[in-house]
């Protein structure tokens, strides 16, 4: 009975070294960053997308009313009051075309 029981201890043991060695433990606090983390870039994403949209439907609106595509960023912001970043995006004016960069 003693030996089984060392056995199982020592099964016990094997396992549990076994399981703190091979397996990743992340501490919480680096977890709970990581989250943080991946929920603000995707939040950055997310806003990049909006004011694309927002961009794309700001250039339809401008066609409509004056006939003609935007000539360049420049105006858009003067049309829709938005502020934004010309850095950005990569703007076509003969077709209307605005995309962002990469």
Do not use: W
Request: charge should be positive.
């Amino acid at each position: 009975m003693e030996k089984f029981r060392n056995v199982k201890l020592l099964l016990l043991l094997f396992l549990v070294c076994f399981t703190l060695t091979f397996t990743s433990c992340k501490n919480p606090v680096e977890e709970y960053g990581d989250t943080v983390i991946k929920t603000y870039k995707g939040t950055q994403q997310f806003g990049k997308e909006v004011s694309l949209k927002q961009l794309q439907e700001s250039i339809k609106a401008f066609h409509a009313a004056h006939g003609r595509y935007p000539k360049d960023l420049e105006e858009i912001r003067n049309f829709t009051g938005l502020n934004l970043d010309g850095d950005k995006y990569d703007y076509d004016p003969s077709l209307g075309i605005i995309k962002l960069k990469k």
